[in-house]
C-alpha cells in the first residue's frame, strides 16, 4: 500500500478513470466524481493507495435535478492514528428506488453499516452485500424516508398547541 497526498490520489485516479471528474470543495477537499460502472474500481484503487479509513458512505437525493449521489468520504490514518489524506469519492444514479451499485464492503468492511442505512433511507441497493436489509426502519416499512420526495402519510402526532402553552405558563 502506497501512500500519496490526497490531491496525488485524486490525480491517479483520473489516469486510471479517464471519466473522473475532479474539482476542490469548498472546504478543501478533493472531490472525484466517477461514472457508476467505475465506482467499485475507484474504491478499490483508492484503498490500494493508502485510503485505508472510510468515514462515511451516504447519499443526497436532488428531486430537481432527478438524481441521486453515493457519496464516500475517505481518509489515510497513518500508524500513529493521525488523519492524513483525504477525498471525497461519489458517483451518480436517477431518481429512482431500487437503483443499486456494487457493494464496497469487501473493501471497507464499516461500509456494510453505511450501505444498510443508504439502502433504507433513500432506497438504494448494494450488489454483492452480504447482509442488506433495513437497519433503521421496520422490515416491511414501504418507503425511504431522506428522498426528498418523501410523505409521510401518518397524522402530526407532535405536541399539541395547548400542551406548549401550558408548559410555558408553568415555567412563567
Known amino acids: 500500500m502506497t501512500s500519496q497526498p490526497a490531491g496525488a490520489v485524486a490525480r491517479a485516479l483520473k489516469e486510471r478513470f479517464s471519466d473522473l471528474v475532479l474539482e476542490e470543495s469548498v472546504d478543501g477537499w478533493p472531490v472525484a466524481t466517477v461514472p457508476r460502472p467505475a465506482w467499485a474500481g475507484a474504491c478499490r484503487k483508492a484503498r490500494e493507495m493508502g485510503l485505508n479509513f472510510l468515514a462515511s458512505l451516504t447519499a443526497v437525493h436532488y428531486v430537481d435535478d432527478k438524481e441521486m449521489h453515493v457519496v464516500a468520504h475517505l481518509y489515510r490514518i497513518d500508524r500513529e492514528g493521525r488523519l492524513q489524506d483525504r477525498l471525497v469519492l461519489k458517483t451518480r444514479l436517477p431518481d429512482a428506488v431500487g437503483e443499486s451499485l456494487p457493494s464496497v464492503a469487501s473493501i471497507w468492511p464499516a461500509a456494510s453499516w453505511h450501505e444498510r442505512e443508504v439502502y433504507d433511507m433513500f432506497g438504494i441497493t448494494f450488489e ?45
Open 128 to 172: 454483492g452485500h452480504p447482509d442488506l436489509r433495513r437497519i433503521l426502519m421496520e422490515a416491511d416499512f414501504d418507503a425511504h424516508p431522506l428522498r426528498k420526495d418523501f410523505v409521510d402519510r401518518k397524522p402530526n402526532l407532535g405536541v399539541s398547541r395547548q400542551t406548549l402553552a401550558k408548559d410555558a405558563a408553568s415555567k412563567r
